[in-house]
């Protein structure tokens, strides 16, 4: 469970919102795009330059499972062809379909091989002038304060929603931002620096945040200046590793069923996360998720199951930021369910009902958002 505040913490405490946010690499790629080193010719932490930069510098051997199916894939213009976790993942099931557990091994070592790929092929992309200028960006513009304090004004129609509801002041937003990247361009963004955030910001009162309920304007049970006098907390995880340390990356699938006891755990990212000992306890009392820039694949089936289940079983919501264009509202929803190992088809349509989505056209969006103040 999240660390329950008190009046022991805040003086004025009353009431507790934990906001998990589930944050892919759809925010390293928007941020990239538009302020990514020039000598990288545009390139970003995409799959598909991942493997244009591999065969360039020739960084993996021709024999080498993941990169001859990602070689195959492209040739035959397979969706999702750069994908290498799904190829890790088709790869995986045909062996243990197939009774050829011996290979996985083999397959271990190949994916370690591309795990060292893509530690060099970060550092080439991520550079220090890139993590200045977000640094700089985002204090000048308040983008974290923006983020956490703004962010419903990006939801329309609201009118439903419980969450902004039960919202008022004194109330404390207890967020967790699960990073899936493996750098720290998130991290960068969302931190509170000294010019948008301060413990004890006024003279007579510990409330440090403000919270706008309607910051567009478009819900009919608030105004637009409607604002609450809060609290903020933040905490970031990185479950699968960080770039600064190569060997913690995480890289591989999911299965809703796997031997511990046998080798083919070892392509298993929840597996290596410990996820359940050490995030599982968060969805218990998670009331608002929210996913940004996450493909929503089976590899990341783990988080899907689990917050499928909470919003199946409790009065939880989830706002999911879409950036794929083709993709309506619905099938969005869709997209989400079929990332989920197990789902209760009599329970879709209720579980869908608290899914909202937001369509991403441009990077202007008040949470994670890069418009830059005039």
Known sequence: MHIRYSTDDYEKLDGQHNIMVLVGNGFDIAVLNKYGDKKMNGKSTKYSDFFEYVTYFRLCDDNNLIYKK???????????????????????????NDGRQGEIPKLETDLDAIQNSFSRFLNDIVTTDVVLKLNDKSKANKWADTSLSKFMGDINPKDDMMFVKNTYHYNLYNFIFVNFNYTELLDNYIYLDKSQFEPHRHKNADRNFTFFPNSDGKLTEFNEDTSWSSYIMTNIIHPHGRQNIPRSMIFGTELENYDKSKAEKRLIKSYWAQDDLKYKRYFKDTELFIIYGMSMSNTDGWWMNNIYNSLKMRESELIIYNFEEELSDDDVKQKFLDACTYVDASESENVKAKIYVVQLQNNENYFLGLKESN
Not at 78 to 84: M, P, R, V
């Open 70 to 96: 990602m070689k195959e894939d492209h040739e035959q213009n397979k969706e999702n062809w750069c994908d290498f976790e799904s190829s890790v993942d088709e790869l995986l099931g045909e062996m243990i």
